[in-house]
């Protein structure tokens, strides 16, 4: 199943919150996006396990292990509009109060949240070889198997498909569209806009501030 505009917003929101959560809970000081890819990794497949729709990515397995083209670009979009440090992922203050703006959002979701914390306790400060390790040894499928023996390119995990959810993700129409605001870099372009006319007295209609919603 492709990935839904929902399933990108909280997306975005979950892995804001992962990151978050490993520098200030964990003071993590420096995350590559190695593994980045494998503490989502690790937490999306807690949810699926137990049939919960949190992430949404496409992960395959990779010479790294598994990987997510979907991750990196959704990285790429957080550093390009302010919310992460270029260099070593760190969440940057205007991060810091989306994730505080939404408590709400937090606090209905805890089994969700609760995961997460989870894997950052066990996985966010390991050394990244140690963690790859780990990885590697997971039971993967039926039989014996392991991660390390899937061939380059077995598709690992997915968007979930309905009929094999039983606890999905709960944000409601009007934090959906508010967190998509935040996070979608012509919105906050525009808004930025907006706000530098105000300051000059030139005021603009909401219509005019976004015309693309």
Do not use: C
């Amino acid at each position: 199943m492709a990935r839904t505009p929902l399933d990108k917003v909280t997306d975005h929101f979950l892995i804001s919150y992962l990151i978050n959560d490993a520098f200030s809970r964990r003071r993590l000081r420096f995350l590559p996006e190695t593994k980045l890819q494998k503490l989502v990794f690790l937490s999306e497949k807690s949810m699926v396990d137990e049939r919960k729709k949190g992430f949404n990515f496409y992960f395959i397995k990779l010479t790294h292990g598994p990987y997510s083209a979907e991750l990196k670009s959704e990285l790429e979009r957080l550093i390009q509009i302010g919310y992460l440090d270029d260099f070593g992922l760190r969440p940057t203050a205007s991060l810091r109060l989306i994730i505080e703006d939404f408590q709400n959002v937090v606090d209905k979701n805890q089994t969700f949240f609760q995961k997460i914390q989870r894997v950052n306790d066990a996985y966010a400060l390991m050394p990244l070889r140690s963690l790859l390790k780990n990885i590697y040894s997971m039971p993967w499928g039926r039989g014996d198997k392991t991660i390390a023996d899937l061939p380059q390119r077995t598709p690992m995990l997915y968007p979930m498909k309905p009929n094999n959810i039983d606890l999905e993700f709960d944000i409601t129409e009007n934090e959906a569209e508010n967190l998509f605001m935040n996070f979608d870099p012509e919105a906050i372009e525009e808004l930025s806009q907006a706000t530098d006319d105000m300051r000059k007295g030139r005021v603009r209609t909401y219509e005019q501030v976004f015309p693309n919603l």
